[in-house]
């Protein structure tokens, strides 16, 4: 049986006597008690002022802290300068002479308004904004889970389709080697009948002189005409020769990269990822972008003939215009849906722009190389400003960041040295040259065109075509990885990489001028396909927000646009 006087479903008993129902409650000690018990709480502890409220009205009396300087004080005021309760003996003590002084109770009011604000904050916004959160991870945890069986299912269709061409190619094999057997076999065949047609000759021959012999005629023995020289001529030996099947060598990491490779993966933080519950979720939550998948077969979406006579650039104003340079001193802005020349703007100058690039605010910059001119330049309103001007170095190629400064890729006078440099307006801010061993990063040049990109992870892309190679290094410059090309190229030509660009997957794009393609390789220099499409000396790329890829190809003076993913 359960004790009644401990049940839940059971009324509050008198904390003294145990039996009575509770009808009044001491807010001093904090004690509940019956009518018939309170007389003989008071008497219990006489040093306290014990006040007596019926039980409804538990808790309402405010309970003065005691005094920590006089033990038996109990305080009823509040120094602000001092920051603590204090009681009469204090104040009587001058310790608190000239300070401004409040009722304990009117601070007791504030601070009670204080908490209910926060307490309301947290019950109102914060509590309801992390519930938002946890739903959202829970939603981004099930999407992840989507994501990953559609990414298994993918490498599962491709093992398929390579186990059909394996088992297509073994097919093929197989037939050769019957076809082959087949062949032999037939020679022998033939080669046999021979013999056996003259293995049969032969006994028709000893059966004939035979009788010649057993025979008393000699007009007989003189008419024989024997045949032993003509068999004594034994035929060829017919050898056959298997062929050997000679398997190729099964290395696991070459035929990792055959087969495809898994980029990395990775978590980032947005501390401004989430606002609180009064407000919508910001645009940047959840700011990762869609994962999409490379095409099999990118396609060309349209061609813009740009009338350079060799065109070296082109950036993305916009998904709908883009820049270009080439061979003059005109930059220009064409529609990408009806291929037309929208605006055209001269170099200060008069030179021909070494590079082009597109700022946050959608501004051009380029860079005069001259030596008469060393400059980086920004296009406001079609008005040119100098933005930086360089002494004993020759700017190359130029990138917006994401941040908004400007990177610049250059070479010294003497061309003896090549480096980065990262700019806030005019200030440098940052130089990349050497890695850890103090060896540079780049090769020196002064022959050929550098291109330079940011990666979406920050990191900083150079196309060094010098040494053959993509440079990537961190946003601090230390140095990730060396891209050298895929083997075998469209035109099994040495890899020469041009522009650069990179798309919202992270991956990094090249332009191979020689074989006539552009690499796609993952953030972390991981090769993953080609783009041919028919290019004719890819040179300069840009993408733009739809992950299109925009292709300035130096001989026919056209920009492809293509859909790769």
Not at 1 to 27: F, G, I, K, Y
Not at 102 to 130: A, C, F, G, Q, W
Not at 265 to 283: C, V
């Amino acid at each position: 049986m359960m004790d009644p006087r401990t049940s839940a479903q059971d009324v509050m008993r008198c904390d003294l006597c145990e039996t009575a129902v509770v009808q009044m409650h001491c807010d001093t000690c904090l004690v509940n008690l019956c009518k018939a018990c309170v007389g003989e709480h008071f008497s219990a502890d006489l040093s306290k002022p014990h006040k007596i409220v019926d039980f409804k009205d538990r808790k309402s009396t405010p309970l003065h802290p005691k005094c920590k300087s006089h033990d038996k004080e109990q305080c009823e005021m509040y120094c602000k300068q001092c920051d603590i309760p204090v009681c009469i003996s204090c104040l009587e003590s001058n310790q608190h002479l000239g300070h401004e002084l409040s009722k304990i109770l009117r601070v007791l009011d504030e601070i009670k308004e204080v908490i209910t604000k926060e307490r309301n904050e947290l019950n109102d916004k914060i509590y309801p904004t992390y519930q938002d959160i946890a739903s959202d991870v829970q939603n981004r945890m099930s999407q992840l889970e989507k994501e990953y069986r559609d990414l298994s299912t993918a490498i599962t269709k491709h093992g398929e389709d390579w186990h059909r061409e394996i088992d297509k190619l073994v097919k093929k094999l197989k037939a050769k080697v019957d076809e082959m057997k087949n062949t032999q076999l037939q020679t022998l065949q033939k080669h046999l009948d021979e013999i056996n047609k003259t293995m049969s000759d032969i006994k028709d021959e000893i059966n004939s002189m035979e009788t010649v012999i057993d025979n008393n005629d000699m007009s007989k023995l003189f008419s024989v005409t024997s045949q032993v020289k003509r068999y004594r001529n034994l035929p060829d030996k017919v050898i056959p020769f298997l062929p050997k099947f000679i398997p190729g060598n099964i290395k696991s990491k070459e035929l990792g990269k055959m087969f495809g490779v898994l980029s990395s993966s990775s978590l980032t933080s947005d501390k401004h990822g989430y606002n609180m519950k009064t407000t919508q979720k910001s645009p940047e939550a959840g700011s990762s972008p869609p994962v999409k998948q490379l095409l099999d077969e990118p396609k060309t979406v349209t061609t813009i003939d740009t009338g350079y006579d060799r065109l070296y650039n082109v950036a993305c104003l916009s998904d709908v215009e883009i820049w270009t340079s080439g061979s003059d001193s005109i930059m220009k802005l064409y529609s990408i849906n009806q291929g037309s020349l929208l605006k055209s703007i001269t170099t200060k100058s008069g030179k021909i722009p070494y590079d082009i690039a597109v700022t946050k605010s959608g501004d051009l910059v380029y860079t005069n190389y001259f030596v008469s001119d060393r400059t980086v330049n920004i296009v406001k309103n079609e008005k040119i400003e100098e933005v930086i001007r360089l002494q004993n170095w020759k700017p190359k190629g130029v990138c917006s960041t994401s941040s908004g400064d400007l990177l610049v890729i250059m070479n010294s006078d003497d061309n003896k040295q090549t480096k980065v440099v990262r700019y806030s307006g005019s200030t440098e801010k940052q130089t990349i040259q050497f890695d850890d061993k103090g060896k540079p990063l780049y090769s020196p040049s002064s022959l050929y065109l550098r291109y330079i990109t940011e990666n979406r992870n920050l990191d900083i892309c150079v196309s060094d075509s010098d040494a053959k190679a993509v440079v990537v290094v961190s946003l601090a410059g230390k140095l990730r990885f060396r891209y050298t090309g895929h083997t075998p190229a469209p035109k099994n030509k040495p890899f020469y990489p041009q522009g650069i660009a990179t798309d919202s997957q992270s991956h990094i794009l090249t332009a191979d001028i020689d074989n006539d393609c552009v690499h796609i390789i993952d953030q972390d220099g991981q090769f993953l396909c080609y783009i041919d499409c028919g290019l004719s000396y890819p040179l300069g790329l840009c993408t733009d927000t739809n992950d299109n890829l925009f292709v300035a190809q130096l001989e026919n003076k056209q920009v492809k646009k293509i859909k790769y993913m």
